[in-house]
């Protein structure tokens, strides 16, 4: 089993819609976790970590279930500029650690006119 | 200011043979990451260094795998008797350190090795 497993899509989707991802982390002791946006043949980048509280940044949600170990990412308002493949990223260290990142396999959207 | 470089860019070589892959971080930043991302997969983690020495090199697949941080600023990832399955795209990152989980990792836009 794969440590951080993800939907790999790609979701097709139209300009303006809300469009959720979902990703699950094999590790219980991980304590830090992020949502990376790739686009094609370029590095990934940091969209934003994810809080156990959650946490909203603009049009993008992140969620965080411990008990499931379960991570989701929400796209409200989609644009076309959201096109990419969005990276889950677990920390299996945590704090006191150091950033040794885990990556899913990606899930790919695709926002068209 | 300037971000993560790596070079080259693109790299073709033939099976058998030995690369060498630098990677210049942001400057000051202590720790230093390499990952490989095979088509269609997320970046792998290969090894990681804290200033001069390497932390953890648990990610790298076999001894023909090895890097260097020799003055604690660019590193060089070698390859030695290249593989067919060594192709992939070889990223670099930095974060300013490693202390912090939530230090974040600063991407270069990677070496695209090829083994013919």
């Known amino acids: 089993r794969k440590e951080v497993e993800q939907d790999p899509g790609p979701f097709n989707v139209p300009e303006g819609a809300t469009v959720a991802f979902n990703c699950t982390y094999s590790n219980s002791a991980s304590q830090s976790f992020f949502w990376y946006r790739q686009d094609c043949r370029k590095e990934p980048k940091l969209l934003m970590s994810v809080y156990s509280s959650g946490n909203e940044d603009g049009r993008f949600t992140a969620q965080l279930n411990r008990a499931s170990q379960y991570i989701s990412l929400l796209i409200r308002d989609s644009k076309l500029s959201d096109s990419a493949t969005y990276l889950c990223v677990v920390n299996p260290l945590g704090s006191g650690g150091y950033n040794k990142l885990i990556f899913g396999a990606g899930t790919r959207l695709a926002v068209h006119p | 200011g300037a971000g993560v470089s790596q070079t080259p860019s693109n790299k073709v070589t033939e099976k058998g043979k030995y690369v060498e892959l630098r990677c210049d971080p942001i400057s000051g930043h202590t720790a230093l990451y390499w990952y490989r991302q095979s088509l269609g997969q997320g970046p792998e983690f290969l090894i990681y260094?804290?200033?001069?020495?390497?932390?953890?090199d648990s990610g790298l697949p076999n001894d023909r795998f090895f890097a260097v941080r020799p003055e604690g600023s660019v590193s060089t990832l070698k390859i030695q008797r290249t593989e067919r399955g060594d192709s992939a795209v070889y990223l670099c990152?930095?974060?300013?350190?490693?202390?912090?989980?939530?230090?974040?990792?600063?991407f270069g836009p990677g070496t695209r090795l090829t083994v013919l």
């Open positions: 990152a930095s974060s300013l350190t490693a202390e912090s989980s939530y230090n974040e990792q600063f």
């Open positions: 260094f804290q200033g001069t020495g390497a932390a953890d």
